[in-house]
C-alpha cells in the first residue's frame, strides 16, 4: 500500500488503484499525508482544501472525511481523530514525497561519496510521475507542489554532478536533455547538462544551449542568466569542446535541495 503525492494523488494497494472521488475529497487526503501520522486541526484542514471556504465547509469536511474512510477500509490506513483534528495513521515511508525527502537528505550526509549519493538520488527521482498533486486546485496545493518541484531540482542536480564526477556525462545528457526545457528557470541544470555536452565533446550544443536560455530569460523575464551560468558559457568558448572542470562545494548541497519541509 502507498499514498502517492508526486504526481496525481492516489493511493494503491498491490497493483490496485483505490478510487478516492472527486478532486476535493483528494485535496483532503493530500493535506493528511503531507503531515502523515501527525494530527492536522479542522480549521488548518479547511484552509488546505478551499481559498474561500463555504459556509459549510466544517459539514463538508465531516463528509469527505466520512467518504475517505470508506474508500481506505480495505488498505490498513485509517484516518483517526486526534488532538481536536485529523491524522492519516500510516507510516510516512508508504507517502512517496516523505520517501523522496527522506532519500535526498540521506544523500546530503557527508560520509556519502558518489556512487552511494547517485544510487539514493535516483532512488529518490525515480518516486517522481509529474507535478505534485496534480489536478488539485487551490493556493495551498500550487505552494505545496512549488516546495517539491525545487526539492527535485536540487535533487537531479546533485545526482547530476554525482554522475558528472563519476565520468558519466552520458547518463547525464540522456537525464536532463528533456528536463532542462520544462524547468527553464533551474539554470544549476542548464550548467550541468552543458557541462555534460562538454564532457562528451559537444561544445557547440552546449553553446547552443546557453543562447536558448538567455532568450527565454530574455523574453519572459527580461534579465540575463546568472553569473555562473555567464561563466560556464564564457569557459566554454575559451575551451572548445575540453570538459570543464566541476564547480566548488559539496555536491549533495550544491544546488540547496529543499528537504527541510513539505508542507508549505
Not at 469527505?64 to 480495505?74: E, K, N, P, Y
Amino acid at each position: 500500500m502507498d499514498v502517492r503525492l508526486l504526481g496525481p494523488v492516489e493511493v494503491t494497494a498491490g497493483d490496485r488503484c483505490v478510487p478516492l472521488g472527486p478532486p476535493q475529497r483528494r485535496a483532503v487526503l493530500a493535506a493528511l499525508a503531507i503531515d502523515a501520522d501527525r494530527p492536522v486541526s479542522l480549521g488548518t484542514l479547511i484552509e488546505r482544501v478551499w481559498d474561500d471556504p463555504p459556509d459549510r465547509a466544517t459539514d463538508s469536511l465531516y463528509a469527505h472525511i466520512t467518504r475517505l474512510r470508506q474508500a481506505l477500509t480495505a488498505t490498513g490506513i485509517a484516518i483517526e481523530r486526534r488532538n481536536g483534528g485529523y491524522a492519516l495513521d500510516v507510516d510516512p515511508e508508504r507517502v512517496d514525497a516523505h520517501r523522496f525527502r527522506r532519500l535526498a537528505k540521506q544523500a546530503q550526509q557527508r560520509a556519502c561519496d558518489d556512487f552511494a549519493r547517485a544510487r539514493l538520488l535516483a532512488e529518490a527521482m525515480d518516486l517522481w510521475r509529474g507535478a505534485p498533486l496534480t489536478g488539485l486546485p487551490g493556493e495551498w496545493a500550487a505552494r505545496v507542489r512549488y516546495g517539491i518541484e525545487q526539492q527535485f531540482v536540487g535533487a537531479v542536480a546533485a545526482w547530476a554532478q554525482a554522475h558528472l564526477s563519476l565520468g558519466r556525462p552520458d547518463i547525464v545528457v540522456t537525464e536532463l536533455t528533456p528536463l532542462v526545457p520544462r524547468y527553464p528557470l533551474a539554470e544549476p541544470l542548464a550548467s550541468l547538462l552543458m557541462r555534460g555536452l562538454c564532457a562528451l565533446g559537444r561544445g557547440a550544443e552546449a553553446v547552443a544551449l546557453y543562447a536558448r536560455l538567455r532568450g527565454y530569460l530574455a523574453d519572459h523575464l527580461g534579465i540575463e542568466p546568472g553569473p555562473e551560468l555567464r561563466a560556464l558559457h564564457l569557459g566554454i568558448l575559451r575551451a572548445g569542446t575540453d570538459p570543464l572542470p566541476r564547480p566548488a562545494g559539496r555536491p549533495g548541497l550544491l544546488y540547496a535541495a529543499q528537504v527541510g519541509g513539505l508542507t508549505g
